[in-house]
Every structure is written in C-alpha cells, then in structure tokens.
C-alpha cells in the first residue's frame, strides 16, 4: 500500500501563492500519473492536475490553467503543486493522490489518498 504525506497547506490572500508537496513511500511507475484533487465544504471532491511520473506530461482542470504549477520529481517521489494568483474560490482540502488515470474525459482517482492539507484564500 503506497502512502503519502502532503504538506504546504495555509492561509494566505487573494493573489498569494502556496506550494503543496506530496511525497510517497511507495514505488512509482513511469505508466502512472499522480497528482491533487481538491474539495470545497459543501461540495464533490474535484480533480485538480496530475503529472505523468515517465513523460512529465501535465493536466490541469480548467479552473486553475495557468495558474497551478504541477510538477514531479522523481528521485524523491515527490509530487508538487504550485498554486498562484489564488482566489477565494480555490479554498478547499487538496488531496493528493497515488493513480489518477483518465476515463470517458475524466480524471478519476484509483490509487492511495493523502491526509489532505487545508488551503484557506482570504478574499
């Protein structure tokens, strides 16, 4: 069982910025992509980006598309998401997780799920 520990969440204001990490203590595979998802109180968890651990290729939800940073390194299996020009409605827990492939357009969660880390935007 793959686990991972996230770290980088806080409170900042509108405008700011904040990087998450995401380290696993699992193996990582070149065919596997991982990335955050993030979930608002009162709403679904969403897809957030992922990064392709072999490519580097990177997605994003069109939400944070040019403002979100996803990035990997390998060598310490270790997953970020640079988060600038935030807005109060990025506010939300980020989860990070092990698998996230995409199905029928989507992209869906199939591996381990971080504690989550709280982002909070003041507006």
């Known amino acids: 069982q793959v686990q991972l520990v996230e770290s980088g969440g806080g409170l900042v204001q509108a405008g700011g910025s904040l990087r998450l990490s995401c380290a696993t203590s699992?193996?990582?595979?070149?065919?596997?992509?991982m990335g955050w998802f993030r979930q608002a109180p009162g709403k679904e968890r969403e897809f957030v980006a992922r990064?392709?651990?072999?490519?580097?290729?990177?997605y994003y939800a069109d939400s944070v598309k040019g403002r979100f940073t996803i990035s990997r390194d390998n060598a310490k299996s270790t997953v970020y998401l640079q988060m600038n020009s935030l807005k109060p409605e990025d506010t939300a827990v980020y989860y990070c997780?092990?698998?996230?492939?995409?199905?029928?357009?989507?992209?869906?969660?199939?591996?381990?799920w971080g504690q989550g880390t709280q982002v909070t935007v003041s507006s």
């Open positions: 997780n092990s698998d996230i492939k995409q199905v029928a357009g989507t992209s869906r969660a199939f591996g381990s």
């Open positions: 699992g193996r990582t595979f070149s065919y596997a992509a």
């Open positions: 990064v392709h651990w072999g490519t580097g290729n990177q």
